[in-house]
């Protein structure tokens, strides 16, 4: 999420009350199987949705549904793309609220749970100058509608890092979240007891660093795509601590000015998919999923050119299909716009994985 653009909030509606739960599984578990296999999407298609805006989406296998970070409105929208409907989460004192962007949100692919991230929106104006502000990371259940958890990350950083903006998850139970100025992620452990900081660089908060991460739970392996070192770096989720490996990417590839990574499920963890704002989708293949190596296939170009408004901050994919989520940065936030494209990329992605 590189958001120097990004300025103001807007509005939409759906409350949603606050409930604590104290027990969620801590011991290693398979991921959960959907509960019958999600229907294709093909085709490029629109959300029609006031002041959408999304910065990152997933795709719950479990459910069918498209969870959609709606970043000026610091809300999410919830798309079934099958009845073509969308509902929305506001987050109470978040939604409305012009000190909060809303990007990172993320399915358990080990529980039914929702992870919300919920960053202050200066850092991303500022380019990290400003990491002043509340950072959050809620967790959503989506059969009660109720918060599980609310955990102030700001209490751990003591704002001396910031930034916050996706997350991935173990089979352990941990969430891990990212932060950008400088790199560093957050390991929740314990159902939300726990705080970890699992990894901080020791660069400048002024250093835009990590913006994304994927995760091959099998492998225990977690990816970040570093932009102050223009790289990818793995870490061991089993570890106490993150210690981050550069990945060697071959033929030479510099991974700067992006934005969310993705590991799509049908390639089962071998392929990943990095975000590049300006430019599209670039492609990495590990043949084995263990990501102590790469090999760079390509790039799919963005769609919607940002001559045209659009930047390419994420993709997602859903049923058995590959989209490019589209961000208007060049309106004026949060805009009037109505309508936001999700760009079926499949086939150029397929070309670039079988050459």
């Given amino acids: 999420m590189l958001r120097s653009k990004r300025t103001a909030i807007g509005a939409i509606a759906l409350l949603a009350s606050v409930t604590f739960v104290n027990s969620l599984p801590s011991s290693p578990k398979p991921q959960l199987a959907p509960r ?99 950072n959050l990371l809620i967790l959503w259940d989506p059969a009660t509608k109720t918060e599980v958890y609310r955990l102030n990350l700001t209490t751990t950083t003591h704002g001396t890092y910031g930034g916050f903006q996706d997350v991935e998850f173990d089979s352990r139970g941990n969430v891990y979240v990212v932060g950008t100025f400088p790199s560093s992620i957050l390991r929740v452990e314990g159902n939300g007891s726990v705080v970890n900081e699992w990894y901080i660089s020791p660069l400048s ?7 994304g991460l994927a995760a091959v739970g099998s492998r225990d392996v977690l990816i970040a795509n570093d932009n102050a070192n223009k790289q990818l770096v793995r870490f061991d989720m089993s570890l106490p601590k993150g210690i981050p490996i550069p990945i060697p ?72 299909s590959i989209f490019m989520v589209e961000e208007f940065f060049g309106d004026a936030q949060p805009g009037t716009r109505t309508q936001f494209p999700f760009v079926d990329i499949t086939e150029e992605v397929e070309k670039l994985v079988g050459k």
């Avoid at 990007?103 to 002043?132: E, K, Q, R, W």
């Avoid at 590991?263 to 492609?283: F, R």
């Fill in 205 to 211: 908060h002024t250093i835009t660093g990590y913006s």
């Fill in 36 to 134: 019958a296999p999600c229907a294709d999407v093909k085709g490029t298609f629109s959300i029609n949705q006031l002041q959408l805006y999304p910065e990152n989406a997933d795709f719950d296998f479990h459910s069918c549904l498209l969870y959609i970070g709606s970043l000026f409105n610091a809300s999410v929208a919830v798309y079934d793309p099958y009845a073509k409907t969308t509902s929305i989460i506001e987050v109470p004192d978040v939604t409305h609220n012009q000190a909060y962007h809303l990007g990172g949100v993320a399915a358990n692919p080990y529980t039914n749970l929702i992870s919300i991230v919920v960053d202050a929106g200066a850092a991303f104006n500022t380019g990290g100058s400003d990491i002043s502000g509340t």
């Fill in 249 to 320: 990417v071959s033929p030479p590839k510099n991974i700067s000015g992006s934005d969310a990574i993705y590991l799509p499920p049908k390639y089962a963890g071998t392929i990943l998919l990095a975000a590049v704002d300006a430019s599209g989708i670039e492609v990495l293949r590990s043949k084995d999923a263990s990501w102590t190596t790469a090999e760079s296939l390509g790039q799919v170009s963005n769609k919607v050119s940002a001559a045209n408004g659009g930047f390419v901050t994420a993709p997602v994919q859903i049923g058995n």
